[in-house]
Nanobody, 123 residues
Framework: QVRLVESGGGLVQAGGSLRLSCAAS????????MGWFRQVPGKEREFVAA??????RTYYADSVVKGRITISRDNAVYLQMNSLKPEDTSVYYC??????????????????WGQGTQVTVSS
């Protein structure tokens, strides 16, 4: 069984940092890369960042992260979040895409999803 497991969420004060991790168990989840999304209740899940295997090209939602977030990988995929703001409060999900995608920012490009990890930023 293929699973994606996120960790590293929690409560942090505004201006603080968190590093989220996403590990895959079972066989390789995706041959193409990994992405991070976030969602708050009542809103659509939104793209945050993605990394493509083979070259390591990265993709960011500039309107969301504005230079505050970095995606990286070794044996897991990480989302380093700095200068956190209360509006970053959300459940963060990692996801495995099913393509060498044109954008990596669309929900339909992803097949595998983790269960999510809560990030809460207090003001």
């Amino acid at each position: 069984q293929v699973r994606l497991v996120e960790s590293g969420g929690g409560l942090v004060q505004a201006g603080g940092s968190l590093r989220l991790s996403c590990a895959a168990s079972g066989r390789t989840v995706s041959s193409y890369g990994m992405g991070w999304f976030r969602q708050v209740p009542g809103k659509e899940r939104e793209f945050v960042a993605a990394i493509r295997w083979g070259g390591g090209r990265t993709y960011y939602a500039d309107s969301v992260v504005k230079g505050r977030i970095t995606i990286s990988r070794d044996n897991a995929v990480y989302l380093q979040m700095n200068s956190l703001k209360p509006e970053d409060t959300s459940v963060y999900y990692c996801a495995g895409p099913s393509c060498y995608c044109s954008s990596y920012s669309l929900l339909r490009e992803y097949t595998y999803w983790g269960q999510g990890t809560q990030v809460t930023v207090s003001s």
